[in-house]
């Protein structure tokens, strides 16, 4: 069981190039999310997803695309990458919403840097 | 509108009492929560508690709740070098997760 899991872990983008950060879970979980990290400010959501076919855009959607064909994937795109981009990028999954209780079940990030 | 407030830094001895505050906005939270977060990896929830209790206790963490001042706490009970991390104060707020910045706890020996 390995839980939630993003890839990579690392990468250097230069300004306007694509990119698709990876996000598997194997835990069945019909919710997930997509937050950015960034230094002294709390997490921000960027999109979820409450099951499969069906996405939402959270507080901070823009210059970001999702898809979720399948329960266990949620791939962020980002199509023409920007500085202000450059964040710390995590992928979380639960049981529930997640407001009744049921934890967030975190990756350990993907380090994003744009140059 | 929605914001947590935490302090961005704590440093206490080792041995000692920890005490990471926060404070939050919407008062029809039912649900806030403490999660940890160690270096490179992603967060862990280390607690909650439902807004109709005042205390909530597991071991060496005690949380307190304040509904009328909005302020929530994390106690940690004879704080050990592995405590170390950066603790997430979250409330629910509209169907979403609200989170504080983090308080960055910092052992000193």
């Known amino acids: 069981n390995a839980g939630v899991t993003q890839t990579p872990k690392f990468r250097i983008l230069k300004i306007g190039q694509s990119m698709t950060l990876q996000c598997t879970q194997d835990?069945?979980?019909?919710?997930m999310y997509w937050y950015r990290q960034d230094p002294g400010m709390g997490l921000k959501l960027i999109y979820y997803?409450?099951?499969?076919?069906?996405?939402d855009k959270g507080e901070v959607p823009n210059g970001y695309n999702v898809s979720r064909s399948t329960t266990e994937d949620f791939p962020l795109r980002l199509e023409l990458a920007a500085p202000s981009q450059t964040s710390v990028y995590f992928c979380?999954?639960?049981?529930?919403?997640?407001?009744?209780?049921?934890?967030?079940?975190f990756g350990n990030g993907t380090r994003l840097t744009v140059t | 509108g929605e914001d947590v407030e935490q302090s961005l830094f704590l440093s206490v001895r080792e041995g000692d009492s920890s005490v990471i505050n926060c404070t939050y906005t919407?008062?029809?939270?039912?649900?806030l929560y403490w999660y940890k977060q160690e270096p490179g990896a992603g967060l862990q929830l280390l607690t909650y508690?439902?807004?109709n209790m005042d205390m909530k206790q597991d071991q060496r963490l005690t949380v307190l709740l304040n509904k009328k001042d909005k302020h929530l706490s994390l106690r940690i009970a004879d704080t050990q070098t592995g405590d170390s991390a950066i603790y997430f104060c979250?409330?629910?707020?509209?169907?979403?997760?609200?989170w504080g910045a983090g308080t960055k706890l910092i052992i000193k020996p």
């Open positions: 919407d008062s029809s939270s039912t649900y």
């Open positions: 979380a999954s639960s049981y529930s919403i997640g407001t009744e209780g049921s934890p967030l079940h």
């Open positions: 979250a409330e629910n707020s509209n169907y979403q997760l609200i």
């Open positions: 835990m069945n979980h019909n919710y």
């Open positions: 997803s409450v099951g499969a076919g069906i996405t």
């Open positions: 508690i439902f807004s």
